[in-house]
């Protein structure tokens, strides 16, 4: 079994992916590291951790070297709305770690998952099955890290041969983890707000259509492209997949099917607004189906059914919080 390295481990998608791999595999073989000193007790305890600052390079490259990593999963990011508060911050972090660890995925040889975005896409992008290859205009900085992300993972494969993987995930839905700063995370908090108060208010316009995918699919995707063989990708880098695609309202009505009495008002915020107005409806995911036979699990009846029965009974057990 090959060590893997998931940096960024704290994060939305980290935390469960670092689950997910224990479950997969030996965890004594899954190296949880982030900056922070304090996360998830299961995180910490479940298998290795180490605090590592991914901005310090040369601590990156002396962890993958002791550790005799194979796998990087680099999930160190900020994300989209935070990222317009600090684009200064956005840009280090984003894009100066990536770089720092594909240099020493070109020396010491180990293969790379590096996670884009539907961010990477713009107003001039086609709205509707967004393609595989097509015009990438952002106008957010996380955004344009996102782009320039997918280019420098493409230079480093084709002039270094470093085997770097990556999918543009939609946006991601999490019964474990709390929203953290996307343009999309009205689609978690919901589910909170409507098991809490039986209502929430919506920061996206009522007819805001965005692809959405629930987190064990994102999961499962992240995982199967690493293990697909090398030689049936194509792309290698920033696959498009997706699992469904609605709006707040499409969203509040399903919800409404479990939650009769739940009611949803509108309180626009024109950053995430812009954000998510330039963003795709759906995207076309067939070349992620055929090179590495992707297929998602959930429908959005199915993880609203799923979100609403395992957040309903984390509140009744803790009595206060989901």
């Not at 965890?27 to 951790?49: C, Q, V």
């Not at 963003?279 to 090179?291: E, L």
Request: with cysteine; aromatic share 10%.
């Amino acid at each position: 079994m090959e060590n893997i390295l998931i940096i960024g481990a704290g994060g939305q998608i980290g935390t469960e992916l670092t689950y997910y791999l224990r479950n997969k595999y030996n965890a004594k073989n899954i190296i949880a590291s982030d900056i922070r000193a304090t996360l998830h007790s299961d995180l910490m305890e479940g298998g290795p951790f180490i605090r590592m600052d991914a901005m310090d390079s040369r601590q990156v490259y002396q962890v993958i070297q002791k550790e005799k990593i194979k796998q990087v999963y680099f999930l160190a990011a900020i994300l989209s709305a935070v990222c317009e508060k600090n684009p200064e911050m956005a840009w280090d972090i984003n894009m100066g770690c990536l770089n720092s660890v594909l240099r020493i995925a070109n020396e010491l040889k180990f293969k790379m998952f590096v996670p884009s975005s539907i961010g990477a896409f713009g107003n001039t992008t086609p709205k509707d099955k967004t393609p595989q290859l097509t015009i990438q205009r952002p106008n957010s900085i996380y955004g344009v890290t996102k782009v320039a992300g997918e280019l420098l993972c493409d230079y480093y494969h084709e002039k270094y041969g470093v085997d770097v993987r990556g999918v543009r995930f939609p946006g991601i839905i999490s019964n474990v983890v709390p929203p953290g700063g996307g343009t999309t995370d009205y689609a978690v908090d919901i589910f909170h707000k409507a098991i809490k108060y039986k209502k929430y208010t919506c920061y996206l316009k009522e007819d805001t259509y965005l692809d959405m995918m629930y987190m064990p699919d994102a999961l499962k995707a992240s995982v199967n492209l690493m293990e697909a063989d090398y030689h049936t990708l194509h792309h290698h880098n920033s696959y498009n997949i997706t699992a469904m695609s609605f709006t707040p309202k499409i969203l509040a009505d399903e919800i409404k099917k479990h939650i009769p009495e739940f009611t949803i008002d509108y309180e626009i915020d024109p950053l995430r607004q812009r954000i998510a107005d330039s963003w795709p409806n759906s995207m076309d995911d067939t070349a992620a189906r055929n090179d590495w036979n992707w297929s998602p699990d959930f429908s959005l009846e199915h993880m609203t059914n799923d979100m609403i029965q395992i957040l309903t009974e984390r509140f009744n057990r803790k009595g206060k919080d989901v």
